[in-house]
């Protein structure tokens, strides 16, 4: 196995201004620009974790909840939160500045999955990562359930099989219950 790396060497902080090229016609940031954004700034933070070419396996839901105006400066931090075998879980917050204003706001946070893959696209080891601070521990101890979730839903793994996440929700005791 391939010596472990902090997560905090993956990190990555990508800055943009929302131009008129980027907005729909009500003046906002379109969500596919934001999301091919994010998809970026996630896949230099697992080309850092893992030093390999990365593809994108899975977007988490993201959800728009606060319109990104024109003119804001919009800062996207990621980072990867923990490496399974080939694929890498990667955090990803997006803030929204409009610096005249001095108003600055989290207007996203979401998960991404990249798998790591040789020149002929095959999938390949990774690093483990090392969380270090409370909060990529957390994030660490979060991704097992959540990469459950991510593969039950694409039918790519038995939910029986999601020993996590049945233990979020007790299912086991519940069952017992009855
Ligand atoms: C992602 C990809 C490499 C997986 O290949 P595969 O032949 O299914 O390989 P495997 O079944 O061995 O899975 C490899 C890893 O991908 C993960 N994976 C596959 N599909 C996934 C999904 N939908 N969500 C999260 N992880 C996924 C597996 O869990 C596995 O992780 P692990 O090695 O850490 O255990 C392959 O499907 C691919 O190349 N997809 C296209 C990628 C791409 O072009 N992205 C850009 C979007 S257009």
Known sequence: MTKKRFAKQSEVIMTEMVLPNDTNTLNNLMGGKLMHWMDVVAAIAAQKHSTRIVVTASADSISFKHPIALG??????????RAFNSSMEVYIEVFAEDIPANKKITTHRAFFTFVAVDQGGRPIEVPEVEPETEEEIELYEGALRRRQLRLVLAKRMDPKDAVELKSIFNLDEKKEEN
């Open 72 to 81: 804001n400066v919009v800062t996207l931090k990621a980072k990867v939160t």
